[in-house]
């Protein structure tokens, strides 16, 4: 079973012994952990040096960090300037694509009606031969006939009465 004991109690302790004074831990000046700082940029250079002696350190990082600025901002010209050159050739390419593509198509477009006039003209020797076919086999006949009838001639005699 609990019991209550007291809270001047010396088994206890007094837990907020802090506060018996009438101090509070956010009254305290001593601890700035929730107090503002002033916000300052890590570049260094939006903020004035407030330090009056030059710090030798600090003025070797500001020339590195400085360089490598500059190196960073050239390295990046230059990959501009690539990816330019780049483009222009691939834009140079495409252009001597379009030009080579319509000279194939030009040709293409020749051929093709070359092609067709080709075609054609071999129908019309096509159907030529089938005629010139069929007058042979028409004289072979006859030949064929006037051998089978020698007694058979031509009367001319009728003709000029």
Do not use: Y
Request: net charge positive; charged share 25%.
């Amino acid at each position: 079973m609990l019991t209550a004991l007291p809270p001047s109690d010396s088994l206890l302790g007094n837990p907020f012994s802090a506060f018996a004074g009438g101090f509070t831990p956010w009254e305290d000046d001593s601890h700035d952990l929730f107090s503002p700082k002033p916000v300052t940029s890590s570049s260094g250079s939006d903020q004035p040096n407030r330090n009056p002696e030059p710090d030798p350190a600090a003025s070797v990082m500001d020339e590195r960090k400085r360089r490598r600025m500059m190196s960073n901002r050239e390295s990046a010209r230059r990959s501009r300037m690539r990816k330019q050159r780049h483009l222009e050739n691939l834009r140079n390419q495409l252009n001597k694509c379009r030009v080579e593509n319509q000279e194939l198509n030009n040709r293409l477009q020749f051929i093709l009606h070359h092609c067709n006039r080709v075609r054609t003209e071999n129908e019309w020797l096509r159907s030529q031969r089938t005629l010139l076919c069929q007058k042979v086999s028409n004289l072979t006949q006859i030949l064929i006939f006037q051998q089978f009838q020698p007694s058979w001639t031509c009367n001319t005699s009728l003709m000029t009465a």
